[in-house]
């Protein structure tokens, strides 16, 4: 299936099934994907696809000026945007220079407008770094990927490069005493003989408890809204995602449902 690069530092504002009016800032190369994680639903596409090309990241300055020329021009234009989003073509936290490109966005989401929201989206495999910690505490959506609590699902569906450890991982999450938002995407599949299923009850059990355990703010659960690199994968109903929700609303931790 088609999939789909951001070809700017700074993009939309789109609407946002979770997240409302979103400008999105883009810290990876704008001509390839970049990631740790190679997810088969991954809407940029899978990283072999772009393999080949020179991917060269955006500097601090050009992210400085894309930011500040965007803000400026929605505020002439008396828009406004609900949430300035890192996402784009990949993982923003492998940016070497996140910790401070946050910064700088605080100062100018302060400057245009101080009622947006500052969200992150990210796989939160670089939690190792103390800087992209201290970053992500920072913001006001710290929204961190953990699609099973199951590392044989993990690695199947999220196929991390290098290695996962789940327990590190717990341990990494905790950290944030509560100020994140979990985020899991619902899919399954057969795709040439191979099972894509994070919603199996053993799946769902662990993931629960290790929900339960970093007793995240909210989790944000989702399914496949766009094309995937790979076919066959199937979307979940919004009737199966609100009995998900049901696991993580009984121990009263907020869950919003986007199907
Ligand atoms: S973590 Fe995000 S950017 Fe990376 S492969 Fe998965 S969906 Fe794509």
Redesign the pocket.
């Known amino acids: 299936m088609t999939t789909m690069l951001f070809d700017q530092i700074v993009f939309g504002p789109v609407k946002s099934r979770r997240l409302g009016i979103s400008l999105g800032v883009n810290l990876l190369p704008i001509n390839g994907?970049l990631?740790?994680?190679?997810?088969v639903?991954?809407?940029?596409g899978?990283?072999n696809d772009s393999k080949a090309l020179n991917k060269t990241l955006p500097k601090r300055d050009e992210v400085f000026s894309a930011l500040e020329s965007k803000l400026f021009a929605m505020l002439q234009n008396h828009e406004t945007p609900d949430v300035i989003t890192f996402?784009?073509?990949?993982?923003p936290t492998m940016h070497p220079q996140f910790a401070e490109i946050i910064d700088d966005t605080i100062v100018l989401r302060n400057l245009y407008f101080p009622n947006s929201l500052i969200s992150v989206?990210?796989?939160a495999?670089m939690l190792h770094k103390q800087n992209v910690v201290s970053a992500l505490k920072k913001v006001d959506q710290n929204i961190l990927?953990l699609d099973s609590g199951k590392l044989s699902t993990i690695e199947r569906i999220?196929?991390p490069v290098g290695n996962y450890n789940l327990q590190t991982k717990i341990g990494e999450l905790k950290q944030f005493n509560g100020k994140l938002i979990i985020q899991t995407?619902f899919t399954r599949g057969i795709v040439n003989n191979v099972i894509f299923d994070n919603t199996t009850i053993d799946d769902l059990q662990l993931w629960e408890n290790i929900v339960t355990e970093v007793k995240p703010e909210k989790v944000m659960i989702y399914t496949i809204d766009r094309n995937t690199p790979v076919d066959g994968l199937k979307k979940i109903s919004v009737e199966e995602l609100t009995t998900i929700a049901t696991r993580l609303e009984k121990h009263s931790i907020e869950v919003q449902v986007s199907g």
């Open positions: 994907k990631c740790n994680f190679d997810c639903y991954c809407e940029c899978l990283n996402a784009g073509n990949g993982e989206l990210s796989n495999t990927k999220n196929q995407m």
